[in-house]
Nanobody
């Protein structure tokens, strides 16, 4: 069983920064992809970023390219999402996900394990 615990959310003004962390425990060594998703009230959950095999490749939604950076510390079993130049439209609950299912796509909800989420609120 894999457990994912997100932290680092909070309230910031537009233009500010936050770093989200996702601490993983369990059979994390078998995960190929780790992803970050977000869901704003009344909207679908959307893929924000993903990292493949600890950093061989990274993927980003167009809306966050150049502002967000995903990274992974294998020694700490932790995935990070550094968010800079935050905008009010980045306001959402942010979720960490692991173990992309076979045939899945990083930006779709094709992950087996999910965290409980951490709230990010950006004010203008």
């Amino acid at each position: 069983q894999v457990q994912l615990v997100e932290s680092g959310g909070g309230s910031v003004q537009a233009g500010g920064s936050l770093r989200l962390s996702c601490a993983a425990s369990g059979y994390t060594y078998s995960s190929n992809y780790m992803g970050w998703f977000r869901q704003a009230p009344g909207k679908e959950r959307e893929g924000v970023a993903a990292i493949y095999r600890g950093g061989l490749s990274t993927y980003y939604a167009d809306s966050v390219k150049g502002r967000f950076t995903i990274s992974q510390d294998n020694a700490k079993n932790t995935v990070y999402l550094q968010m800079n130049s935050l905008k009010p439209e980045d306001t959402a609950m942010y979720y960490c996900a692991s173990h992309l299912v076979s045939g899945g796509t990083w930006y779709r909800r094709d992950y087996r394990y999910w965290g409980q989420g951490t709230q990010v609120t950006v004010s203008s």
